[in-house]
């Protein structure tokens, strides 16, 4: 009797150890399935994470566009009151290419003067009626200088027919007023008082 009890114990306690081990088994399966819904969790965090910070990324470079778009267009109504006044440009770059020559009236008349400046080829200036001329320091027309005169003139080149236009010509006439000689020494002009020795 104490024989089959002893079988009965064992039995029992293999049966409980048993039992344990199946539920130890569970637990352990439960703890793996319970760490690959916590893996998954974690996954899924992760790709939620990247999502918005990709979202974020483009919401900034969509900011970073529009403001260079705003600034774009500042730069270019800050250039629109330079564009608006056509005229004032237009007088500014052909005043920046004026240029100038000192030299001798070979031809002149109303519509034109024929220069020669010394050693440079000659240089034809177109005249127009906006053409200030002055002759002798009076205001005066291109026809009025005589040839062989000294002119100091500015021009410009005009952009559609590339011809030289006069802008300013001032001439001096060739004639210059006579001044009396001087005296070779030793001799005395009239009117002068010789020393006393």
């Given amino acids: 009797m104490r024989f089959r009890a002893g079988w009965l114990l064992a039995g029992a306690a293999a049966l409980t150890l048993g039992t344990a081990c199946e539920e130890r088994d569970r637990g ?27 979202k974020q990324s483009d919401a900034q470079a969509q900011q970073n566009q529009q403001a260079r778009q705003q600034s774009e267009q500042l730069r270019q109504q800050a250039q629109q009151p330079v564009a608006a006044a056509p005229e004032q440009q237009g007088a500014q770059a052909q005043q920046g290419s004026e240029q100038q020559i000192v030299g001798e009236v070979l031809s002149a008349n109303d519509d034109e003067l024929l220069l020669s400046s010394q050693g440079e080829p000659q240089l034809r200036l177109q005249v127009s009626p906006q053409t200030l001329v002055m002759v002798d320091g009076r205001q005066a027309s291109a026809g009025e200088i005589q040839e062989g005169s000294q002119v100091r003139a500015s021009y410009r080149t005009d952009e559609q027919s590339g011809e030289p236009q006069a802008v300013r010509i001032e001439a001096t006439s060739q004639v210059q007023p006579t001044a009396p000689a001087a005296p070779e020494s030793g001799q005395s002009t009239p009117g002068s008082q ?4």
Wanted: hydrophobic letters at 25%.
């Fill in 194 to 197: 010789q020393p006393t020795q």
């Fill in 28 to 54: 352990t399966q439960g703890q793996a399935s319970g760490q690959s819904a916590v893996n998954d969790q974690v996954s899924q965090a992760q790709q939620e994470a990247q999502q918005a910070q990709r």
